[in-house]
């Protein structure tokens, strides 16, 4: 068996209903993402919950702070045992390596968010970013890198330059995916899941297209045996 690439994204606003449809999936085919929306709602105890239904657990909350604060967040999430936990690159070279310093490499995976892509060049020039986003993504994910980071988030179609900049062990985590013929939803920029994994991504963050499946088991059944056939041809894994 592969290990599985899919992260669902339980976005729900409580924890029966991301019970509900863990229940429905396989910690063999897919692991699982809580955001700041369902944490906030339900704390630890669904993450525990998840956990002994034999999934492994990323943990959005895109911590944010000074260095010291962001440090005792991740040395927390790393002791609730999550599989992946992630920060703002935007916070600094300092913010960065203390969140290293509080997560042992090798254990709880830490990534790094680059850029919001729900912001545009203007949105970006009124906080005094200049330049293209590419370039700051690249930046920010290099920063990453070089405070010893275990990867990033990124859009699928960053994913390749960004393979190619900082080398095949560097995770690369993709959202805005959606199977050939899947509804954009709210996504502006999409990726098969295919091209995701030929672009270079190691997981592919995937919400609504099994969330809100009439059989996400068998939505997720097929997503792995897409990507397992691109990634088997690709020998990559
Ligand atoms: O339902 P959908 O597949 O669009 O969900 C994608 C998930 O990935 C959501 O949890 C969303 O917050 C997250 N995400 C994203 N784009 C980013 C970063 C995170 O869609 N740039």
């Not at 729900?118 to 700051?136: C, F, K, T, V």
């Not at 994994?197 to 963050?205: P, S």
Request: hydrophobic share 40%; glycine share 8%; proline share 5%.
């Amino acid at each position: 068996m592969h290990e599985p690439r899919i992260i669902v994204a339980l976005d729900f606003p409580e924890g029966n209903s991301a019970l509900q449809l863990a229940h429905q999936l396989d910690p063999q085919l897919c692991r699982l993402k809580v955001g700041k929306e369902l944490f906030t709602a339900t704390g630890p105890q669904l993450l525990e919950q998840l956990m002994t239904r034999g999934f492994d657990v990323f943990l959005d909350l895109k911590f944010h702070d000074i260095p010291h604060t962001v440090a005792k967040a991740c040395h927390a999430a790393a002791r609730l045992g999550v599989w992946m936990v992630n920060v703002h690159a935007l916070g600094g070279r300092k913010m960065l390596q203390a969140a290293r310093e509080a997560v042992a490499p090798g254990t709880t995976r830490l990534i790094a968010v680059t850029l919001l892509t729900s912001m545009d060049q203007n949105d970006l020039a009124d906080i005094g970013l200049a330049g293209e986003p590419e370039q700051i993504v690249g930046r920010l994910a290099r920063l990453a890198d070089d405070c010893g980071l275990d990867g990033v988030v990124c859009s699928a179609l960053e994913a390749a330059d960004l393979r190619q900049q900082l080398g095949e062990r560097f995770c690369l985590v993709t959202p805005g995916i959606r199977p050939h013929g899947d509804s954009a939803d709210d996504q502006r920029r999409i990726t098969t899941p295919r091209q995701a994994i030929r672009n270079g991504a190691d997981y592919l963050v995937i919400g609504r297209p099994v969330t809100q499946a009439n059989d996400p088991l068998l939505a997720c059944q097929r997503l792995h045996a897409e990507i397992n056939e691109v990634s088997t041809s690709a020998a990559k894994h």
